[in-house]
């Protein structure tokens, strides 16, 4: 007696219905991931296009480049502002993770920064008053952070740091330091945190350079040997160049590091300026 072949489940249409869902599924997260990196990238558009402050005894300058991983994407920052006392603050600053959440919270702390900056001016009362917002917000994130104020009357430089990478000067007659001053825990971490000031004066020519993790620390490079090519490049003749050209040569160390984050500097340059634009006219 012949047999009767009966339908098997999980047949070849029952494959193709499966594989047609898997697709489905497949492309409607290739469409969400590709607007959470819109969203990112606009984002951090926005907190980097603002134009840094130009003053006749100081010029600044800033160059990002972005991570090599996950959305391309992260929390470096850079920015600069005039402040209601006559001075000017300059901040640089690192959120953790690179996705939506960090690219987010970034334009947070550089909108906190500038909110307190209009009742205190002073760095360590800029960043203790950031810090407790950031705790109250509860985001689950922390954020490393220096910000600095510039008097343009006495040329003077007042700094501050939350767990930040240390900063370099340079002065034109040979002078270089890694600067190691004392700073506080990262931003976002524990309330009531103090943040320690430096004040240098700033008579002669030179520059200030702040940079992230991401420049100066790599699977090449530790962070020592990183910053220690940072100021290879600012130190003698270099600080009487251009901020932007600085800044660019700069930013390239991050490619020497090997790293996979994203990484940003901003360079202050100092002194000279002046006579420099007077001669030019």
């Known amino acids: 007696m012949p047999h009767r072949r009966t339908a098997q489940p999980g047949g070849s249409g029952d494959l193709l219905q499966t594989l047609g869902d898997l697709t489905g599924r497949i492309l409607d997260r290739i469409k969400f991931q590709q607007a959470r990196v819109e969203l990112a990238a606009a984002l951090q558009r926005q907190v980097l296009a603002g134009e840094l402050p130009v003053l006749p005894c100081l010029r600044a300058a800033g160059r990002y480049a972005p991570a090599r991983v996950g959305l391309d994407i992260g929390g470096d920052w850079y920015d600069g502002f005039h402040m209601p006392d006559g001075s000017v603050g300059f901040a640089i600053g690192d959120v953790q993770g690179h996705d939506v959440e960090a690219a987010a919270l970034m334009g947070q702390v550089r909108t906190c920064l500038r909110a307190v900056a209009t009742a205190t001016t002073d760095p360590a009362e800029v960043l203790r008053r950031t810090n407790d917002l950031l705790v109250s917000m509860d985001s689950g994130l ?45 931003l976002g971490i524990q309330a ?58 700069i930013i390239r160390v991050a490619d020497a590091t090997g790293h996979s984050d994203d990484a940003a500097v901003l360079v202050l340059r100092y002194g000279g300026l002046q006579q420099q634009w007077q001669d030019a006219g």
């Open 192 to 249: 009531g945190e103090n943040y320690p000031s430096t004040r240098r004066s700033l008579t002669d020519v030179g520059v200030f350079v702040l940079v992230t993790d991401g420049l100066v620390e790599g699977p090449s490079y530790p962070i020592e040997e990183g910053l220690e090519r940072v100021a290879a490049l600012a130190g003698g003749s270099a600080c009487r160049s251009d901020p932007d050209e600085l800044a660019r040569r």
């Open 142 to 186: 922390f954020v490393t952070c220096s910000f600095l104020r510039f008097d343009p009357v006495t040329h003077e430089l007042d700094d501050a740091r939350a767990g930040h990478v240390p900063a370099v000067w340079a002065t034109d007659d040979g002078r270089c330091d890694i600067v190691m001053n004392e700073g506080g825990l990262p």
